[in-house]
């Protein structure tokens, strides 16, 4: 929107709404426009990281594809990345699945 669509909002919400609401139709306007760039904002991390998921996913095919041997430094890369997560992913479930254990270990000797 231009300068001169602007005034021309302006002036039509001040006649439509006087001068008493407009200020309040005005903040509200501006969180559903704050709301919605916060909305699209996520939607495009969420895409972006997909995105990337994907391509990782379709390195991984061609490594594999490949045998793991005589990769190229993009797909050496995705591997290692790959197997870092898997390796953070594994670590985290061990941790979380001790303390169960050995709570059902104490709950069993009772």
Known sequence: M???????????????LGPERLPVAIRTVSRWVKTAKAMANSVKAEVSEELRVHEL?????????QGLKDLSPDLQNSVSELQQAAQSV???YKKSQTPASNSQQT???K
């Open 2 to 16: 231009g300068m001169w669509e602007l005034v021309v909002v302006f002036i039509v919400g001040l006649v439509v």
């Open 57 to 65: 996913h379709e390195n991984l095919k061609k490594a594999e594809q």
């Open 90 to 92: 594994t670590h985290s």
């Open 107 to 109: 709950d069993d000797s």
